[in-house]
């Protein structure tokens, strides 16, 4: 069987160093890892009008955002098809027919969706589209026949209902559609990196996200005004590590070489930590390595995002070509469902030859 990935976002603001730690930088390595025969990457507009209906532009502006965030991250357009969800209309064509496969009450089940309600106040009047979303996430995936589905752990969920539909397609039309895998982040400190007032996601609307397209000044202001060890107020003050969001930074971020090159009095971050831990070690000195840490990890992702912004239309062009590509991918699933459902009357002979025999058999009787 062929390995393919399927993964995407929103387009609802630049992506952050959440992003990137918990799916971006592992699509990369995916996608030169050469051990998949396609890798899909999508911008979720659709998805993202769920809950933005009032907001079209928002959604609009947000595309290239994204388009230019995936490209200075190293998606690759030769080796990886990027594509808008909108301009795939067999998605929505997929979530029609997939929708009778599934409850009200296993979508009011639906872990993510519950808190997406919560964190919207939406529970008074809830957009059909914004509840039925998960479906429609279950289209993005099946219609690539995608075997794995790298994404951040808030996405399981998702991945579990899409599984769901496919095991129950696949039971009541016959073997059609592909069971996908959840990939998650290996690193435990990326599966959610908490933003950098402590708080425990990044998000836009609390303004507590470093973004990829930070400028240097940006990244390094933030970093030093985060969020630490409330407890931790002289150096010499024992300090703690653990939920610390300066040492989760560093768990996702710092490898050993990063010592050698900035803080060589320190081995590796295990000596680091003991260190704050003990007491004697100051949240500036810390802050100051975290920086180094991530300015120079986005450094090569700000000089491609620098040379991709002085050619929008070509990133506008690729985006063009990955939804055709895209769109043939999926014309090819929904017509395979369509075929497995018994509703492609003009190519099913069998049908049109019954149903002539019966009438011509009916006219005998007269
Ligand atoms: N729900 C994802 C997010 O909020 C975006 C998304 C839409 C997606 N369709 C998908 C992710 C299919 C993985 C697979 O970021």
Known sequence: MKKIILTGDRPTGKLHVGHYVGSLKRRVELQNSGEYDDVFIMIADAQALTDNADNPEKV?????????????????????????QSQVPELTELSFYY????????????????????MR?????????????????????????????PVGEDQLPMIEQTREIVHKFNTVYGETLVEPQVLLPDN????????????????KSLNNCIYLSDSPEDVRKKVMSMFTDPNHLRVEDPGQVEGNPVFIYLDAFCKDEHFERYLPEYENLDALKAHYTRGGLGDVKV????????????????????QWEQDIPAVY????????????VAARTLAEVKRAMKINYFEDRELIEAQAKKYREGQSHA
Request: one cysteine or more.
């Open 121 to 149: 106040n939406f529970e008074a009047s809830i957009p059909v589209g914004f509840f039925t979303y998960p479906i429609s996430q279950a289209s993005d995936i099946t219609a690539f026949k995608a075997t794995t589905v």
């Open 287 to 306: 802050k100051k390595f975290l920086n180094k840490v991530l300015q120079e990890e986005l450094e090569p992702i700000r000089q491609r995002r620098k």
């Open 99 to 118: 929708m009778n496969l599934v409850t009200v009450s296993r979508l009011q089940r639906n872990p993510t969706v519950k808190s997406e309600i919560q």
């Open 60 to 84: 609009r502006q947000n595309i290239i955002e994204v388009a230019l965030d995936y490209l200075s991250c190293g998606l690759d357009p030769e080796k990886a098809t990027m594509f808008i």
């Open 317 to 328: 062009k690729i985006l063009e070509e990955g939804s055709k590509k895209a769109e043939a």
């Open 188 to 203: 435990k400190a990326c599966l959610r990196l908490p933003g950098i007032d402590g708080k425990a996601k990044m998000s």
